[in-house]
């Protein structure tokens, strides 16, 4: 089955960049879409098909593929951004959807 | 404003069955692909499974671990989608969230419930 690698945690200072990547074995041929699940609610789609971002989501939350990584990049981070961030394809090989495996931002 | 509302969630023991429900508003119902979602106590998101609309043929798939053991449901008259879990086990305890789907990603989410399966 289809495998998504995210690091288990990403530290930043507030105002500055955190970036966090998520590695799948032809990520690039993927669709990928992001997720903010802040503690005790349900997930926000953030950004999909890789850099889109939906209406009412800040400009400080970017996407970008390059190889076998996507990245979502948070700008000028603030504490309102410390979450759980989940990255999220379709598998087209099983018909099924694969999320990967999970990034705690942790705002300092 | 879409919303999704999810019910039915508790305790069941090992070997027991139970039905989530899930009610949709703010958007064309029967138009839409829904899926469940679920997340264990502390780990990470997985997809649980999926229907699609009448229109588009109103199939459901599922995850591996919960093949054969889960159906979905929808009944378009009412707005709502619905989990059949049968032959619960201790790990299939989360909580459930009912999600829109967009083409292949989940646009909205519901509050989700709890399943806890415990002796």
């Known amino acids: 089955s289809y495998v998504l690698t995210q690091p288990p945690s990403v530290s930043v200072a507030p105002g500055k960049t955190a970036r966090i990547t998520c590695e799948g074995n032809?990520?690039?041929?993927?669709?990928v879409h992001w997720y903010q699940q802040k503690s005790g609610q349900a997930p926000v789609l953030v950004i999909h098909?890789?850099?889109d971002r939906p209406s009412g989501i800040p400009e400080r939350f970017s996407g970008s593929k390059s190889g076998d990584a996507a990245t979502l990049t948070l700008s000028r981070v603030e504490v309102g951004d410390e979450a759980d961030y989940y990255c999220?394809?379709?598998?087209?090989?099983?018909?099924?959807?694969?999320f990967g495996t999970g990034t705690k931002v942790t705002v300092l | 404003e879409v919303h999704l509302v999810e019910s039915g969630g508790g305790l069941v023991k090992p070997g027991g069955s139970l039905r989530l429900s899930c009610e949709g508003s703010?958007?064309?119902?029967?138009?839409?692909?829904m899926s469940w979602v679920r997340q264990a106590p502390g780990k990470g998101l997985e997809w649980v499974g999926r229907?699609?609309?009448?229109?588009?043929?109103?199939?459901?798939d599922y995850a591996v671990p919960v093949k054969g053991r889960f159906t979905i449901s929808r009944d378009d008259s009412k707005n709502m989608v619905y989990l059949q879990m049968n032959s619960l086990r201790t790990e299939d305890t989360a909580v459930y969230y009912c999600?829109?789907?967009?083409?292949?990603?989940?646009?909205?989410w519901g509050q989700g419930t709890l399943v806890t399966v415990s002796p």
């Open positions: 999220q394809v379709w598998d087209s090989t099983s018909d099924h959807y694969v």
């Open positions: 098909y890789d850099s």
């Open positions: 229907i699609k609309s009448k229109f588009d043929g109103g199939t459901a």
């Open positions: 032809n990520i690039g041929s993927k669709n």
């Open positions: 999600a829109k789907m967009s083409s292949s990603f989940f646009d909205y």
């Open positions: 703010g958007f064309t119902f029967r138009n839409a692909w």
